[in-house]
């Protein structure tokens, strides 16, 4: 089989984050906490959180704002700088309560990819909420979590779910 094409691996992460973004709003309903989106990018994920949790307190988490003007977080919301710094420093804030975290980090840059997704395997588990869902474009390191198979819809392979054990 042909190797998958820049044009398919970005379809397949699209339809992959959506299937999954639409399992986790039920496996998150009736559950408390709030939500956590680690790439803001142009606010194309976010606007499709704001929608369909419209209860739910999102923080964004990204270096710059380059969002779409219509899809830029509230101020209070949106945390800029690198990921690295910027998660821990809200740890006494957060800590426990992210119920649902979209990591959405990676680039066509293997070695940075390998390197983005270490420091989210160690800089996201404190944010996490007991049967919290993480799910990211990048496979994690959480020995501790399920991972949970893509639901249908979502190409194979193309996203990664994990559920923090409640
Ligand atoms: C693929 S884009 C996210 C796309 C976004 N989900 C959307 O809907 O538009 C990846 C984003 O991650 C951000 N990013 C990558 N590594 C980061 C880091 N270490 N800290 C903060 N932001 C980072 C980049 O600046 C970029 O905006």
């Given at each position: 089989m042909?190797?998958?094409?820049?044009?398919?691996?970005t379809?397949?992460?699209?339809?992959?984050?959506?299937?999954?973004?639409?399992?986790?709003?039920?496996?998150?309903?009736?559950?408390?906490?709030?939500?956590?989106?680690l790439?803001?990018?142009?606010?194309r994920?976010?606007?499709?959180l704001?929608?369909?949790?419209?209860?739910?307190?999102?923080?964004v988490?990204?270096?710059?704002?380059?969002?779409y003007?219509?899809?830029?977080?509230p101020?209070?919301?949106?945390?800029?700088g690198?990921v690295?710094?910027?998660?821990?420093v809200?740890?006494?804030k957060?800590?426990?309560?992210?119920?649902?975290?979209?990591?959405?980090?990676?680039?066509?840059?293997k070695?940075s990819?390998?390197?983005?997704?270490?420091m989210?395997?160690?800089?996201?588990p404190?944010l996490?909420?007991?049967?919290?869902?993480?799910m990211?474009?990048?496979e994690?390191n959480?020995?501790d979590?399920?991972?949970?198979?893509?639901p249908?819809g979502?190409?194979?392979?193309?996203?990664?779910?994990y559920r923090k054990?409640?």
């Amino acid at each position: 089989m042909a190797p998958r094409s820049r044009l398919e691996k970005t379809l397949f992460r699209l339809q992959a984050q959506h299937a999954c973004l639409a399992w986790a709003f039920q496996a998150i309903e009736g559950r408390p906490g709030v939500v956590a989106e680690l790439g803001l990018g142009h606010g194309r994920t976010y606007d499709h959180l704001r929608n369909l949790l419209p209860d739910r307190e999102i923080y964004v988490f990204d270096r710059a704002n380059d969002a779409y003007p219509d899809c830029r977080p509230p101020d209070q919301y949106l945390v800029l700088g690198d990921v690295k710094e910027t998660v821990p420093v809200l740890y006494d804030k957060l800590g426990g309560k992210v119920v649902l975290a979209n990591t959405d980090l990676g680039s066509f840059d293997k070695a940075s990819n390998r390197a983005v997704a270490a420091m989210v395997s160690e800089v996201l588990p404190p944010l996490m909420a007991p049967g919290g869902i993480v799910m990211s474009d990048l496979e994690l390191n959480l020995p501790d979590y399920e991972r949970v198979p893509l639901p249908a819809g979502a190409p194979a392979d193309a996203y990664c779910l994990y559920r923090k054990p409640a």
